[in-house]
Nanobody
Framework: QVHLVESGGGLVQAGGSLRLSCAAS????????MGWFRQAPGQEREFVAF????????FYADSVKGRFTISTDYAKNTVTLQMNSLKPEDTAVYYC????????????WGQGTQVTVSS
């Protein structure tokens, strides 16, 4: 069982930056992969970024590659999404998620945090 709590969303102008944090607690986190997803109004939830807690392998959606960076802080059990050069199309509710390394589907989800980018 993993409990996830996101923070750091808000309103920012296009070209600006935001830093999202996901505080994780519960099971042995080294057994988990972590991901960030987002959902804009009227759209399907989409993958943003992935990191393996044990080893740090990362993957990004093409739409955010080069602008967003996912990282982990082992001491604080936190996963961070640094978002730079934000665009209005990045506006969405952002969710942190976790799954066991051996699983395909993400099992645990946070409550989400709103990111709004104004043009």
């Amino acid at each position: 069982q993993v409990h996830l709590v996101e923070s750091g969303g808000g309103l920012v102008q296009a070209g600006g930056s935001l830093r999202l944090s996901c505080a994780a607690s519960g099971s042995t986190l080294s057994m988990y992969d972590m991901g960030w997803f987002r959902q804009a109004p009227g759209q399907e939830r989409e993958f943003v970024a992935f990191i393996r807690w044990n080893g740090g392998t990362t993957f990004y959606a093409d739409s955010v590659k080069g602008r967003f960076t996912i990282s982990t802080d082992y001491a604080k059990n936190t996963v961070t999404l640094q978002m730079n050069s934000l665009k209005p199309e990045d506006t969405a509710v952002y969710y942190c998620a976790a799954k066991l390394i051996i699983q395909i589907e993400y099992e645990y989800w946070g409550q989400g945090t709103q990111v709004t980018v104004s043009s």
